[in-house]
C-alpha cells in the first residue's frame, strides 16, 4: 500500500505534547494510509517532560519518534518568558528540522510525505514546509475560542494599542469601562483582565510571541482543533469565514490509556487510586492545578482551611514551585512544612494530598465528584467525558479565557475564580468554602446536569458518523487529496 507520511512537530509541554501524540496516532488509526513520525525537541529544564517522551517512544509503536539533534541553548537572559526562550530553540532547529525531512523524503520510496503538522507555538517550522514544498497543518491544542481570539489578535492589536494599553506600564487596562473586547468566537464581550498574563504585558516578549503565532496561522491549509461541534457550537461557527483555513473539529482527543504507561512513582499512584476505591460514590472533591501549576505558600494555606471547614471528602495534588525560570513544578520533598500544623494529621480521615498524579484516572474513578481546576484545556476535556463538573480556578496560559467561555458562556463550570493571577491574587479560604458547597452539592444543579449531557455528546462525537467522526474524515479526504491529485476517491 502507498503510505502517507505525516510529520509532527509540537511544543515541549505537556499542554500541547499529549494531545498532538494522541491525535497523530487517532489519525493513523482511523486510516491504514496514514502513518506518523514525531519530531521532538527537547528542552533540558524540563526534566519530567522529557522522561515522559524517552517512556512513551519506548512502549508507543504506532506512532514514529525522531530526536532532533540538541542545540546550542540559547541563554535564558536573552528572553523574558518561555515562549521567548522557545522562539530562540526553535529557530536554532529549523535547520535540523529540514534536514530531517528532507532524509524522510527522499529515503522512502513507497511513501509520501503528505504534510507537517504544526502547533500553536511551532508556527515557525511553517517556513521549512515552505522551502520543502509540503503542505503545513496547523493542530491547535486549545479551544475554538482562544482559536478564535488568536486569528482576531493582529487586527485587535491596533484597537489594544490606542484604547488598552497603559503608556507608563505597557499593560493592557481598559483607557475607559465603556470600551469593550469584541471577539468574533466568544459571545459576550471578553473582560480584559481574562486575557493570558503574557498578553497583558504589551511590551514584553511573550506579548509579540503570540502576535506573531496568530500571524502565521492563516498560512496553514487547515487547521485542526481538539474541540467538538456540540461543545463550542458559536466558537466554531464563527471559524468558518472567507480567508481563513478550514477547520476541523476533531476531539475530544484524550490521553486516557497513555497516562497509564508512565509513571514518576507507581507506588505513590496505587496509594491513590486504593484511598480512592475506600471513599462512597460521588463524594470526594479533587484538586489540581495543572502540569505548570503551583500555588505559593499563602495560597495553599487558605486551601487548607477551607477544606477543612467544608468537610467534604478531597484529594489535593500540590506541586513545588518551579525552580528556575524555565523550569516545571517539582514534588515537595515535605509536604508538611507548607500545610498548616497539624493539618495532614486532622483530616487524615477524609482528604489525602499527593503530588504529581495521573489526572484521568483520578477523574474517571466513581468516588470523584467534583473538579476544582486550573481549567487547562485537556483537562476541561477530560473532566467532561468523565462526567465531573469544574469549579473553576484559572492559573497560567489562556487558562482564564478557557474559564470564562466555560461558566459564563456555556453553563458548564462553576466560578471559583475566572481572572486569578498566581502572585497577585489570593483566594480565601471562604471562597473556597463557598465553592466547594456549590460543586458537592445537590444532584439537580443545572451545571451538573448540563455536564452529564456534555458526557455523552463528547462520546457520540467521536463514534461513527458523529461530528469529530466526521471532521476526521474530511481532513484526512483533504491530506490525501492534496497528495493525490484531485481525482482523490474515499475508500
Ligand atoms: C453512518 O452513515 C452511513 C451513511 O449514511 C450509514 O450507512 C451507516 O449505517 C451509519 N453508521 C452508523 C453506525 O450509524
Not at 278 to 296: A, H, I
Amino acid at each position: 500500500m502507498n503510505k502517507h507520511h505525516v510529520v509532527f512537530i509540537s511544543t515541549p509541554s505537556f499542554g500541547n505534547l499529549l494531545p498532538t501524540i494522541q491525535f497523530a496516532r487517532h489519525l493513523t488509526h482511523r486510516d491504514p494510509r496514514l502513518s506518523a513520525t514525531l519530531l521532538i525537541i527537547t528542552v533540558p529544564q524540563r526534566t519530567i517532560v522529557n522522561s515522559y517522551i524517552q517512556s512513551l517512544s519506548s512502549s508507543v509503536t504506532d506512532v514514529n519518534f525522531i530526536y532532533l539533534p540538541s542545540v546550542q541553548p540559547p541563554s535564558p537572559d536573552q528572553c523574558q518568558s518561555f515562549l521567548g526562550y522557545l522562539s530562540l530553540v526553535l529557530d536554532k532547529h529549523k535547520v535540523h528540522v529540514k534536514h530531517v525531512i528532507s532524509e524522510l523524503m527522499s529515503s522512502s520510496t513507497r511513501s509520501t510525505l503528505a504534510g507537517l503538522f504544526v502547533d500553536m507555538f511551532t508556527t515557525s517550522m511553517i517556513d521549512v514546509a515552505k522551502q520543502l514544498g509540503i503542505p503545513c497543518y496547523l493542530f491547535f491544542a486549545s479551544p475554538a475560542s482562544f482559536l478564535g481570539f488568536m486569528l482576531h489578535l493582529p487586527a485587535l492589536d491596533t484597537q489594544l494599542a490606542t484604547d488598552f494599553v497603559d503608556s507608563d506600564t505597557g499593560l493592557i487596562v481598559p483607557k475607559d469601562s465603556a470600551i469593550e473586547l469584541i471577539i468574533p468566537s466568544f459571545e459576550k464581550p471578553l473582560p480584559p483582565n481574562m486575557l493570558p498574563t503574557s498578553v497583558l504585558k504589551r511590551n514584553k516578549d511573550g506579548y509579540s510571541c503570540y502576535l506573531n503565532h496568530a500571524r502565521r496561522y492563516k498560512e496553514t491549509m487547515a487547521i485542526v482543533i481538539n474541540t467538538f461541534l456540540e461543545l463550542e457550537p458559536h466558537a466554531i461557527d464563527s471559524l468558518s469565514v472567507s480567508g481563513l483555513p478550514p477547520v476541523y473539529p476533531v476531539g475530544p482527543i484524550l490521553d486516557l490509556a497513555g497516562a497509564a504507561q508512565w509513571h514518576l512513582d507507581g507506588a505513590q499512584q496505587d496509594c491513590i487510586m486504593k484511598w480512592l476505591d475506600e471513599q462512597p460514590p460521588s463524594s470526594v472533591v479533587f484538586l489540581c492545578f495543572g502540569s505548570m501549576g503551583s500555588l505559593d505558600g499563602p495560597q495553599l494555606r487558605e486551601i487548607a482551611i477551607g477544606l477543612e471547614r467544608c468537610g467534604h471528602r478531597f484529594l489535593w495534588s500540590i506541586r513545588e514551585p518551579p525552580k528556575g525560570k524555565l523550569d516545571l513544578p517539582g514534588e515537595h520533598s515535605n509536604l508538611a512544612a507548607v500545610l498548616p500544623v497539624g493539618f495532614l494529621d486532622r483530616t487524615a480521615g477524609f482528604g489525602l494530598v499527593c503530588g504529581w498524579v495521573r489526572q484521568v484516572d483520578v477523574l474517571a474513578h466513581r468516588a470523584i465528584r467534583g473538579f476544582v481546576s486550573h481549567c487547562g484545556w485537556n483537562s476541561i476535556l477530560e473532566s467532561l467525558w468523565y462526567g465531573v463538573p469544574i469549579a473553576t480556578w484559572p492559573v497560567y496560559a489562556e487558562q482564564q479565557m478557557n474559564a470564562f467561555e466555560l461558566v459564563k458562556e456555556l453553563g458548564l463550570g462553576m466560578e471559583i475564580r475566572l481572572d486569578y493571577r498566581e502572585g497577585r491574587d489570593l483566594v480565601l479560604a471562604e471562597e473556597l468554602e463557598r465553592g466547594l458547597r456549590r460543586l458537592m452539592g445537590g444532584e439537580d444543579d443545572e451545571v451538573r446536569t448540563k455536564v452529564r449531557e456534555m458526557k455523552s455528546k463528547s462520546r457520540v462525537a467521536l463514534m461513527e458518523n458523529g461530528s469529530s467522526y466526521k471532521s476526521l474524515g474530511s481532513l484526512i479526504q483533504e491530506i490525501c487529496g492534496r497528495i493525490e491529485g484531485l481525482n482523490f476517491e474515499d475508500k
